[in-house]
């Protein structure tokens, strides 16, 4: 999920191309509609389908993070989306907009499928009522299928989601644990290392003590064999 909403410029390519395309076979079906009421649906068709990318740039991809603002998106682009099926059911795959933003906005999974399932067959019943009852068994089929899709695919994105943010954490963990690691390796390092030190100065003083004291010993030896001479030297010369 963080992935699609930072990447919202996907979103935008998404939702304005989808509304566009929709908006042409809308314009086409006005074209060649044969009555001026058929003519004024297309084109109240063509209307809504020019909302959707406006609604969508007025609350854009932070609106996913957002629950209300979130619902408040859903609600208008099935407002919209309704209201283009209705009049022009050639449009009918731009109910494709709706499903991923209710899978984004819902965050539970049970959630989600209650409201694609709320929001497909209110699609239905007002197709229904619009058109007339007759059309239900050419409108029933197309929802059933777009429900069950959606749940299909939902689910499994939300599965790879799931799987991603596990292994996202533990890679978490394993960084974690390898700086640790590396914070306790440079500190043993330099306990060694002082204790090389220590260990080097502790020698080193040893050695410049002992060299002192055996200098001292020579030099007082030294000093006791010259004053044994200066006295013999002076005893000589009394006698």
């Known amino acids: ?140 089929p197309g929802q059933l299928f777009s429900v069950a899709a959606t749940c299909g695919i939902g689910l499994s994105i939300t599965r790879a989601w799931r799987v991603a943010d596990e292994r996202r954490e533990l890679l978490e963990q394993l960084t974690a644990s390898q700086e640790h690691v590396q914070k306790l390796s440079r500190l043993s390092g330099a306990s060694l290392e002082r204790e090389r030190i220590s260990r080097d100065l502790h020698d080193t003083l040893a050695q410049t003590l002992a060299g002192l004291a055996m200098l001292a010993d020579r030099s007082a030896k030294e000093i006791g064999r010259l004053r044994e001479e200066e006295a013999a030297a002076g005893a000589d010369a009394q006698a």
């Open 1 to 140: 999920m963080d992935f699609l909403v930072r990447n919202g410029r996907w979103w935008h390519v998404l939702i304005v191309g989808t509304a566009l395309a929709n908006v042409l076979v809308a314009g086409f079906v006005a074209v060649g509609a044969e009555t001026q009421a058929e003519r004024a649906e297309a084109l109240v068709a063509v209307g809504a389908l020019l909302l959707i990318p406006l609604v969508w740039l007025a609350f854009g991809v932070r609106s996913i993070g957002d629950p209300r603002k979130g619902a408040v998106l859903i609600a208008l682009v099935t407002l919209l989306v309704t209201v283009a099926m209705v009049l022009v059911p050639w449009t009918g795959f731009v109910q494709t907009l709706i499903y991923p933003l209710v899978w984004l906005v819902c965050v539970s999974a049970r959630r989600s499928i209650l409201v694609s399932i709320a929001i497909a067959f209110g699609i239905g019943v007002v197709s229904a009522l619009y058109n007339g009852v007759d059309e239900i068994p050419d409108i029933l």
